[in-house]
Nanobody, 125 residues
């Protein structure tokens, strides 16, 4: 699975953005997907995930109520809708695909084998 993330940009506090992650190949729909982010000087951290079908999703507490993960398997696309953005959300955002098909999503980097190139989100105060 090859992944290409897009949708980042520079926004003000309180704004919204939608990140997209386009997957190539027929197998996109077989893999649970996740979003991670890496702020300057910090480790890459897990943000959200969805099962291969999209029926189950999870977001971490720090973004709960503001971020929503979803996917459209017909379009081979994963989304991250981000609302009420805060300066602490500033980071490079990466999409990733699970290392095994048809597995419930994980929340660690090691469980994901395929990564997009990242898209930068900058939230100014």
């Amino acid at each position: 699975v090859q992944l290409q993330a897009s949708g980042g940009g520079v926004v003000q506090t309180g704004a919204s953005l939608r990140l997209s992650c386009l997957g190539s190949g027929r197998t996109f729909r077989e893999y649970s997907m996740g979003w991670f982010r890496q702020a300057p000087g910090r480790e890459r951290e897990f943000v959200a995930a969805t099962t291969w079908s999209g029926a189950t999703t999870y977001v971490v507490d720090s973004v709960k109520g503001r971020f929503t993960i979803s996917r459209d398997n017909a379009r081979n696309t994963l989304y991250l809708d981000m609302n009420n953005l805060k300066p602490e959300d500033t980071a490079v955002y990466y999409c990733a695909a699970d290392s095994q098909p048809y597995r419930t999503y994980g929340n660690t980097r090691e469980e994901y084998a395929y990564w997009g190139q990242g898209t930068l989100v900058t939230v100014s105060s």
